[in-house]
């Protein structure tokens, strides 16, 4: 299968589950991927805890709430060291859902970047469908959520 098709099958699947996203929060997100993708880690972290407080208490959005995190995590290791150490916390059974990759920990050899992977990606789909003003600038970067999905390929045939 090739990931675009995979990607594109994926956020067909869950855009219903996001018509409700606040257009504030989603904005926020799509910055996340963004600022992440481009190396920008210190404006990463901020985004990231806009869009939480955006989405604070709110139970459809545990979820992303949970990437956000996972995101923020990373990003805040490569700011202030560059160097990856802290664990990354990973998706709780109630938020796996709308998750790309329905895989188990156990299936694969790097659970946190397997978190990760599943973190922006879905950051991705939510801020490509749910942000309208961000929607072109995504799109021109679907690359990146494609390249994160090959590392899977295996997994996803």
Request: charged share 30%.
């Amino acid at each position: 299968m090739e990931m675009e098709t995979y990607l594109a099958d994926y956020m067909a699947r869950i855009r219903a589950s996001l018509r409700d996203l606040d257009r504030d929060a989603a904005h926020e997100i799509a910055m996340v991927v963004l600022t992440y993708k481009m190396g920008v880690y210190d404006d990463t972290v901020r985004r990231c805890d806009l869009a939480r407080s955006a989405l604070a208490g709110q139970v459809p959005w545990r979820d992303l709430t949970r990437a956000l995190e996972i995101v923020r995590t990373r990003a805040g290791d490569l700011q202030s060291a560059g160097t990856i150490s802290t664990p990354l916390p990973g998706f709780e059974p109630e938020e796996k859902s709308r998750l790309p990759l329905q895989l188990a920990d156990t299936d694969v050899d790097d659970a946190s970047n397997l978190h990760l992977v599943n973190a922006l990606v879905l950051l991705y789909a939510a801020g490509r469908i749910a942000s309208q003003r961000d929607e072109q600038a995504l799109e021109e970067q679907e690359h990146f959520p494609v390249q994160l999905l090959e590392g899977y390929k295996k997994f996803l045939e």
